[in-house]
């Protein structure tokens, strides 16, 4: 694009993460919100009132006919990607969707082909990559100046009651696609992939302990990454004390980030090994200049992308990677814990196509006749 080109965005969905989008695109000097759409005219509506959005519209069809936008930000359930993916590509736009991309591997391959058909870009929104300090730590494991990464913890524990089950689409296979795995934990699990690369091996396991629905509130996990790291993975919307953990330990120190939903220099810490040398630790400082994690980086640096016509950045590439990922958990969970490598999901003759899996139900006789 010109070096004076701007960003014609729109928005399709306006619940809460609506939000974050909303002000990304007017943190940038070079992109405008120029139209939304809900299911609910009304929040449409109130939504476009709130950020001097100019059209409103009452599908995705006619504002991308009226619109023709550049990019389409989509932050509906996950359900309804896949479609408004396509018609997005057939019009012309790029497209930026919120996590997860799709309820199924099947479908996230439907929204590549489709972008790589029309020449466009599929950015998903995985904003736990973003920060000074995870691009800092990822280039010094990436240089090896940590040794070799040997174990690895992930811990998403929330607290969802059943309120927030209360919604319709969620907790149901059906519509939201799989539990706290796919909606919670999947932030940390790409987060870790971000930091560590490729996985070549999966045990997992589903458990229901105490919520009313059809998914898992909690899932266990074994992964094993490519050169060895093994990590321990558990995944809960049962945990009143809530946060969002990583900790690798390598050969030379244990990295870790504790936060709930978004992290700054504060919520790292790099503890080197008793044999490393002050002079050395030192080299691994945190950056001056800081920026926390945030959709507002991730998105600068996709809208950055775009204008110069230069590939994807790291923190909205490989799409694929993590969904992945998740759906090894499903499929080894579906297999009674048995081990899923990329090969096996590759071809897996039912967990490609939706993560539906048995649940551990573990709840006492009492709570299920309640």
């Known amino acids: 694009m010109s070096a004076t080109a701007t960003l014609r965005c729109v928005l399709v969905g306006t619940g809460a993460v609506a939000n974050l989008h909303a002000r990304a695109v007017a943190a940038h000097p070079r992109a405008d919100l120029v139209a939304v759409t809900d299911l609910s005219r009304d929040a449409a509506d109130a939504f476009a009132a709130r950020y001097g959005i100019p059209a409103v519209y009452d599908d995705l069809d006619?504002?991308?006919?009226a619109e023709q936008p550049d990019v389409v930000l989509i932050c509906t359930p996950p359900g309804a990607h896949r479609a408004q993916t396509l018609a997005a590509f057939a019009a012309g736009a790029h497209v930026v969707v919120e996590k997860p991309p799709a309820p199924s591997l099947v479908e996230l391959d439907d929204m590549r082909a489709a972008a790589r058909d029309a020449g466009r870009q599929l950015a998903v929104v995985f904003q736990q990559?973003?920060?000074?300090?995870?691009?800092?730590?990822r280039r010094l494991l990436?240089?090896?100046?940590f040794g070799r990464p040997l174990l690895a913890q992930c811990q998403t524990l929330?607290?969802?009651?059943?309120?927030?089950?209360?919604?319709?689409?969620r907790g149901r296979w059906e519509t939201e696609?799989?539990?706290t795995t796919l909606g919670h934990g999947i932030h940390q699990l790409d987060l870790l992939a971000f930091l560590l690369g490729d996985w070549t091996r999966v045990e997992g396991r589903l458990w229901r302990l105490d919520r009313e629905t059809e998914t898992e509130d909690v899932s266990t996990a074994t992964v094993v990454f490519e050169g060895g790291v093994v990590a321990q993975v558990?995944?809960?919307t049962v945990s009143p004390r809530e946060t969002s953990s990583i900790r690798i330990d390598t050969q030379k120190a244990t990295i870790t980030v504790d936060h709930l939903y978004g992290h700054g220099h504060e919520n790292w810490a790099i503890t080197?090994?008793?044999?490393?040398?002050?002079?050395?630790?030192a080299t691994w400082a945190l950056p001056d200049l800081e920026e926390r994690s945030d959709h507002a980086p991730l998105l600068r640096d996709v809208f950055d992308a775009l204008l110069d016509g230069t590939p994807l950045p790291p923190t909205a590439d490989a799409p694929a990677r993590t969904l992945e990922l998740v759906a090894a958990i499903y499929a080894s969970a579906a297999a009674d814990g048995a081990v899923i490598t990329p090969g096996d999901l590759a071809a897996h003759p039912t967990h490609r196509r939706g993560f539906e899996s048995p649940v551990a139900d573990l709840r006492p006789a009492a709570d299920e006749e309640r």
Do not use: N, Q
């Open 177 to 179: 696609g799989g539990g």
């Open 62 to 65: 006619a504002l991308l006919a």
């Open 142 to 145: 990436d240089a090896g100046a």
């Open 129 to 137: 990559r973003t920060g000074t300090a995870a691009a800092h730590v």
């Open 272 to 281: 080197p090994a008793p044999h490393v040398s002050e002079a050395e630790a």
């Open 234 to 236: 558990v995944s809960s």
């Open 158 to 169: 929330w607290f969802r009651d059943a309120a927030y089950f209360a919604v319709p689409w």
